[in-house]
């Protein structure tokens, strides 16, 4: 975030794409709407399942996230599925509820996987659910992990 106030303070951009610093665990990316709206700056985010930490698949291995917060977001991912719930529907229905945000970027190889985000995206969002999942990573919001050069960390 450091860089990217840099970047919005001292340079011409028209664009500018974040990843994993708007999604449950990260609402960093808040704090730059109102420089990004002042500069007139298209944004987009990205990964709102933060580089797969709050996929049911598990965190990759190469991960860069500390143990804290890896093991908070498995507890996340815990507490949905012994409600039958799916923590990756309400990271990705979480991700595209703000406005101010008008863009989303989600891979995936598999064409059913995008269809079925497409479908969540339009059902709405367990309110309950989600105020039960902030609870849980509450001690790690907007914990970042490092990321790039050292110099240019927030964390």
């Known amino acids: 975030m450091k860089t990217f106030r840099y970047i919005l303070e001292n340079a011409e951009i028209d664009t500018m794409l974040s990843y994993c610093h708007y999604s449950l665990n990260n609402t960093t990316l808040l704090d730059l709407l109102p420089l990004v709206k002042e500069k007139n700056v298209g944004l987009m985010s990205a990964s709102p399942l933060s580089m797969g930490l709050l996929s049911k698949k598990g965190v990759p291995f190469w991960h860069p996230a500390d143990e804290e917060i890896k093991e908070l977001a498995s507890k996340a991912i ?3 599925e012994e409600r039958g719930e ?8 979480f991700s595209v509820q703000n406005e101010q945000i008008p863009v989303t970027l989600v891979g995936s190889t598999n064409p059913k996987n995008i269809r079925r985000n497409i479908a969540w995206i339009e059902e709405p969002i367990n309110d309950d659910l989600l105020k039960q999942v902030q609870e849980i990573l509450k001690p790690i919001h907007n914990r970042c992990w490092s990321s790039g050069r050292p110099e240019n960390d927030d964390i």
Do not use: P, T, Y
């Open 78 to 80: 815990r507490f949905c």
């Open 86 to 93: 799916n923590l990756e529907k309400l990271a990705l229905q």
